[in-house]
């Protein structure tokens, strides 16, 4: 009768615990992991989760005499510690404070022993895939450009590789229609933003070729935290430029203009809200000065590409070789480690590598 009745609570508590962390999450007891990687961040919470319904199924006096604050404060905690080097602290605490049986304490350490195993072969993964997708780009921005950049081939694949233009863009999230709009609205105020001349063109390119691509645009409004740590709308705006143009100053003034245009507007006139303006090119001209000047007038910034600086906005210009680049250069160890072995991409259907960009997980070799 006393093995029956601890099978009906157990099951009891099972349920009753899946509900509460259905509730956990709902109220926001979880951290957001607003900046981190989508995929990563799903793995994080998916973790927490985990430990945190170990720790209520073990002992459920911990959570259930907890209020609001105390609960989230817990939570946060446990998170930050979990993809840390003390893994082992938590065991060690658990073990030291609560009731546990042998059962528990077997269970809770066989799982803090695999998040750490976890987030190792999360970590690869993610710089796999990574890689690859680097590896893609380049395939495309030297040999198939002319293939693939129209909308909304290119545009997809940008919107689900926000990374690309560094850790602080890794998730942007889904368009929200009314910055989207009013931004791509104001672009189209910016002076000859849609005409092509002889002197934009890159050397090789001719101007039909160049009117037949399209140039790309991406803005999005996400909610973040500033310096002082105070809530605010983060506002990015990304334009691509075609691949046979050669950015020079006259791309620069056309995003010294939209600079411009967006400070005056009304609907962006709030504190609270900030700009980042990436201006994206295949080559910056070989004949600009602009360009690097100010860059250079901007190093003491350490951003590299800055171009503009102030309170409301900063701007960048920068170009497919270098961000590639940047990438290389940041992970330099761990892909030397990795050693990953890439595919010959010249045997691989234009559109096949278009499909896997565009998806979520690029497939890793």
């Not at 950015?247 to 900030?274: G, R, T, W």
């Amino acid at each position: 009768m006393t093995e029956f009745q601890r099978e009906i609570y157990k099951n009891y508590l099972r349920r009753f615990v899946d509900e509460e962390i259905t509730r956990f999450e709902k109220s926001g007891y979880f951290p957001s992991y607003t900046g981190l990687d989508r995929e990563y961040a799903e793995w994080r919470k998916e973790n927490t989760k985990k430990i945190v319904k170990d720790i209520y199924l073990a002992d459920p006096q911990v959570f259930n005499r907890l209020s609001a604050k105390p609960a989230k404060i817990l939570i946060r905690l446990l998170d930050k510690v979990l993809v840390s080097n003390e893994n082992d602290t938590i065991y060690e605490v658990l073990e030291g404070v609560l009731d546990l049986t042998s059962e528990s304490v077997e269970n809770l350490a066989k799982q803090l022993k695999e998040t750490t195993f976890d987030n190792i072969i999360s970590t690869i993964e993610s710089l796999q895939r990574r890689q690859n997708a680097i590896h893609m780009l380049k395939e495309v921005m030297d040999n198939r450009f002319s293939e693939v950049l129209e909308t909304p081939d290119l545009q997809k694949i940008i919107e689900n590789n926000t990374w690309l233009f560094g850790p602080q863009y890794t998730t942007l999230g889904a368009e929200e229609n009314t910055f989207t709009s009013v931004a791509k609205n104001l672009r189209g105020k910016i002076k000859d933003i849609y005409i092509v001349s002889d002197s934009d063109i890159e050397e090789g390119a001719d101007l039909d070729g160049a009117n037949r691509q399209v140039d790309l645009f991406l803005a999005r409004k996400i909610p973040t935290f500033d310096s002082a740590n105070k809530p605010i709308f983060k506002c990015v705006i990304v334009e691509i430029k075609r691949p046979s143009i050669s950015l020079n100053k006259k791309h620069l003034q056309q995003v010294d203009d939209y600079c411009e245009i967006i400070s005056k507007h009304p609907a962006f006139a709030s504190d609270k809200m900030k700009f980042e303006v990436i201006l994206i090119g295949r080559k910056i001209s070989k004949d600009d000065f602009q360009i690097g000047q100010r860059m250079n007038n901007l190093k003491d910034k350490s951003e590299f590409g800055l171009v503009t600086y102030n309170d409301k906005i900063k701007c960048y210009v920068k170009d497919w070789y270098t961000i590639f680049d940047e990438f290389d250069l940041s992970n330099n160890y761990l892909l030397k480690t990795l050693n990953s072995k890439l595919d010959d991409l010249s045997v691989r259907d234009t559109t096949d590598i278009v499909v896997d960009l565009q998806s979520r997980r690029p497939q890793m070799t």
